[in-house]
């Protein structure tokens, strides 16, 4: 996994050396804390084989990598609305500057992590595109995998009562419902759209 940060690092000009294999370090050890039961190192491994695997549909696609490896860098469970993307969005920012890494190339992985918010991206954001048909690549799983999902989102907010979570739960799948379409890559969107939108409604339905 470091050597799949660091290639993307530099890709994108961030210098080698110590710091970077670091700051590769540091990021994996939040991927692995110990609330995490869906948001880990394995989602991380997910998103960034799609990423390769359909990289040359990506303008910038090191960049795409770089915000995988942030995207869910910081995840609380029990912080309010979009602010876990936010703040794994900062952290992508002040972390590839620190690195050394281009300004622009620095702010560029900060504007994409923000994406992973609400998944909304526009038309031609083919960089976009690709960070999220691979960040919501699990909703097109067969339905055994899908549930295992499903159950360990379940286990990252078992702090909250069931009926608060299932009110909760289901105001995120109805938005990703609500989305004109879940995947834009045309190489990707007709294999997994119609299996999403089936894992979705099914889960939605338990839930009410």
Known sequence: MLDRWRAAARGAGAPDGPALARAGEDLLTRWREPHRRYHTVRHLTAVLDVVDAYAVLADQPDLVRLAAWCHDAIYDPRAAGDANERASADLAEALLTGLGAPVTAAAEVRRLVLLTAGHAVAAADRDGALLCDADLA???????????????????????????????????????????TLYRLPDLAPIWEHLARTNLTRELATLR
């Open 138 to 180: 699990v909703l097109a799983d067969p339905p055994e995998e899908y549930d295992r999902y499903a159950a360990a989102v379940r286990q990252e907010y078992a702090h909250v009562p069931d009926r608060d979570f299932r009110q909760g739960r289901a105001r995120v799948l109805e938005s990703l419902l609500a989305l004109p």
